[in-house]
């Protein structure tokens, strides 16, 4: 799972966010005209969206997925109307047929694919990440990085190397590869499609980063028992918010994400179907949920209740990337791109 494109940066600026329209609406009632989203990668590509989604269309009708109560949705349609093909980007899927097509692109033109977001935000995250963990290696707790000195990569290489970093829907691990060049050498990719994981590997050897550990997994049924100080995603929680169960799969999200980043340690997400409020606003949500669960479990002894500290829940924001270009529209300044830092207690 690699995330939800953007619209190319030759288009209207009203398109920063999908355009309401009646016959394309998401699982939260935001309209998500996917068809729209599409930023070709810089390392070039040969994929036809529409012969795509054509694609997957015809695997959903075939009924080539894991099984039908998953997707019951959208099982019983004779036809696929619009909402279905947007909720398609959620469906595991979708997600394999691209990267089988990704992977044969690569093996015969030597293609990385696409990059989600456009390589410019990919470098923006891995550069403004590498700064924030240097900061907190530092001991400091940063409030502005945009215009942080960036170090010599010889001295980044020193605060940066204790990192375990976990890139989760790492896709074609671009990403990861970004990272490596930043400093960061524990870095470890997972994606539930295993096509996404052939291509990461594919092109990590190519490309001479044969030190990346890439593995399939499922974050929201996540295997791996080791824990990160840095997690990243990338367009991952885009793609579980448009499945049919997107709000169930969301909550399934947070609690995996809660465990697979260590105390201490950081979760750097980004979107382009959420605002910085709105990723703030869905942790604070998941924060409450827990420390609700714990204050109604029974006690552990008879005298003593359970204590619960308000003032630390499972995340709090950290800081946020401010470079991306806004817009003002409707009476709210916003950008196409939000980015995120949370540190976990």
Known sequence: MAGIRLPPDDSDISQARAPINADLVSDDDRSVAADSWSIKSDYGSTLDD?????????ALASGNFRTASDYKLISDK??????VVTSMLGLQSYWDAAYADELTNF????????VWFGAEVMEIVASWTKSLCIEISQGHIPNH????????LEQSEKYLSSWSVLDIGTGNGLLLQELAKQGFSDLTGTDYSEGAIDLARSLADRDGFTNINFLVDDVLESKLERQFQLVMDKGTLDAIGLHPDGPIKRIMYWDSVSRLVAPGGI?????????KDELIQGVDAYNQRIIL????????????????SQDSPPFRYLNHVRSYPTFMFGGSVGSRVATVAFLRS
């Open 78 to 83: 004779d036809e696929l109307d619009s909402e």
């Open 293 to 308: 669960g714990a204050s109604q479990e029974p006690d552990t002894t008879k005298d003593e209740p359970v204590v619960l």
């Open 267 to 275: 979760f750097v997400v980004t979107s382009c179907n959420n605002t």
């Open 50 to 58: 529409e012969q795509r989604h054509a694609d997957a269309s015809d």
């Open 107 to 114: 093996r015969e033109h030597g293609h990385a694919g696409e």
């Open 145 to 152: 990085l945009d215009d942080a000195k960036s170090e010599p």
